[in-house]
């Protein structure tokens, strides 16, 4: 049976904390890059953060250079220039609204250049201080998220989980934003909504690995037979199956919105969405399993009932002149979730005898051929 079809079966037996030292490679590399992008190049932000013009209108078959050489005539050099849909032209500059003239120049230039009217160009004012409102409101959203989902996993589970949780969710913020800052993908509201969304998949995903493993923590049959490390790969093999399945189906919708309605349809608020959407999906899926699973068992690990477990158990895996982890096979074995044998069956194997047979076997005198003569029958009476 190959990997595909145990993980079909929910049958796989990975061996996560072995995975664990090369995935933290992986994040630290991947946070790395994430921090770089951001510190060197820096995100960019839509309008309504920073207030500003943007004009947009339909430009087939004119390049950026004629678009910028317009620009510069009418003293908006540094505007920035972007084709977003295929043919859609999008230019923005750091003008106020207050500034009619400048804003009616830029207009007619464009207009000029695609041979159009000038009511077919589109243009957006935002001030930079209703801008810095939405700003500030965002990060206090976050804020008051974070702090939140640490209340309540500390109350429902423990510290240390809601540690490793929000240390998952930062990962895949860093990594998502840093994405966004290598390729200058542009942060609207719209992208800010979908970091939310990643935050609460990625909570989720981690938290139902921690509620398997509280699971497993409660059981008899692994209580001080396993250490927290092993219970937790028990947990995540379990759920590996559900984390797959789910993000399958989630990814599935996403990229049919970031094929048929950006680059079909051209909405372009659609691909600002499904973009960080994506991202965020399926690196929420890699750190519930990698980053959070990983630190918890770390914090765990750190207890003074889990350092004697440990020691009893490499003891005894030394007396027997075995690992740590064949110990533990060994005791947890059937012990696997969701893996509830079914109630044994009486079957008569060839050279076997039920309890029945035995008994009557029994009775059996031990001379003779070994076969009871028939009970003759009593005559009835006329």
């Known amino acids: 049976m190959n990997w595909a079809q145990r993980l079909w079966r929910n049958q796989t037996k990975?061996?996560?904390?072995?995975?664990?030292?090369?995935?933290?490679?992986?994040?630290?590399?991947?946070?790395?890059?994430?921090?770089?992008?951001?510190?060197?190049?820096?995100?960019?932000l839509g309008i309504e953060f920073e207030g500003g013009t943007v004009w947009e209108t339909t430009a087939p078959n004119i390049s950026t250079a004629e678009v910028r050489d317009v620009l510069r005539d009418v003293g908006q050099a540094g505007a920035k220039i972007q084709f977003v849909g295929g043919d859609v032209l999008?230019?923005?500059?750091?003008?106020?609204?207050?500034?009619?003239?400048?804003?009616a120049s830029v207009s007619a230039a464009l207009a000029a250049l695609t041979a159009q009217s000038i009511d077919d160009?589109?243009?957006n004012s935002i001030s930079a201080s209703w801008g810095g409102e939405i700003t500030s409101?965002?990060?206090?959203a976050l804020i008051v998220f974070f702090v939140v989902v640490a209340i309540y996993i500390t109350i429902g589970l423990?510290?240390?989980?809601a540690v490793a949780a929000l240390l998952a969710v930062a990962h895949?913020?860093?990594?998502?934003?840093?994405?966004?800052?290598?390729?200058?993908?542009?942060?609207?509201?719209?992208?800010?909504?979908?970091?939310?969304?990643?935050?609460?998949?990625?909570l989720y995903d981690t938290l139902v690995v921690f509620d398997k493993n509280r699971d497993y923590q409660r059981r008899s049959a692994l209580i001080g037979k396993a250490t927290y490390t092993r219970i937790m790969n028990m947990a995540l093999n379990t759920v590996l199956l559900r984390s797959v399945n789910t993000t399958i189906t989630s990814v599935?919708?996403?990229?049919?919105?970031?094929?048929?309605?950006?680059?079909?349809?051209?909405?372009?608020?659609?691909?600002?969405?499904?973009?960080?959407l994506l991202i965020g999906l399926l690196v929420g899926t890699y750190s519930s399993l990698f980053v959070a699973s990983p630190v918890a068992a770390y914090l765990k690990e750190?207890?003074?009932?889990?350092?004697?477990?440990?020691?009893?158990?490499?003891?005894?895996?030394?007396?027997?002149?075995?690992?740590?982890?064949?110990?533990?096979?060994?005791?947890?074995?059937?012990?696997?979730?969701?893996?509830?044998?079914?109630?044994?069956?009486?079957?008569?194997?060839a050279g076997t005898r039920s309890p029945v047979s035995s008994t009557r076997t029994a009775r059996r005198p031990a001379s003779g051929g070994g076969a009871i003569p028939p009970r003759p029958r009593k005559r009835k009476r006329r």
Not at 173 to 197: H, N
Request: glycine content about 6%.
């Open 121 to 123: 160009i589109s243009f």
């Open 90 to 103: 999008r230019v923005r500059a750091e003008l106020d609204s207050t500034d009619a003239n400048s804003v």
């Open 158 to 161: 423990e510290w240390r989980m």
């Open 14 to 44: 990975l061996q996560f904390p072995e995975l664990w030292k090369k995935a933290l490679v992986v994040s630290a590399a991947c946070v790395l890059i994430g921090i770089v992008a951001l510190l060197v190049r820096g995100v960019n």
């Open 302 to 349: 750190r207890q003074p009932e889990q350092l004697e477990l440990r020691e009893k158990l490499e003891a005894r895996a030394q007396s027997r002149g075995t690992t740590v982890h064949e110990v533990e096979e060994e005791a947890t074995a059937g012990s696997a979730a969701g893996a509830t044998a079914p109630a044994p069956r009486l079957q008569r194997a």
């Open 252 to 276: 599935l919708p996403v990229l049919a919105m970031l094929i048929i309605g950006s680059a079909v349809l051209g909405a372009v608020t659609l691909a600002e969405f499904a973009v960080a």
């Open 172 to 202: 895949d913020i860093i990594i998502t934003v840093g994405i966004y800052a290598l390729f200058q993908f542009e942060i609207t509201p719209a992208t800010v909504i979908a970091f939310l969304t990643i935050m609460g998949y990625s």
């Open 137 to 140: 409101k965002a990060i206090r």
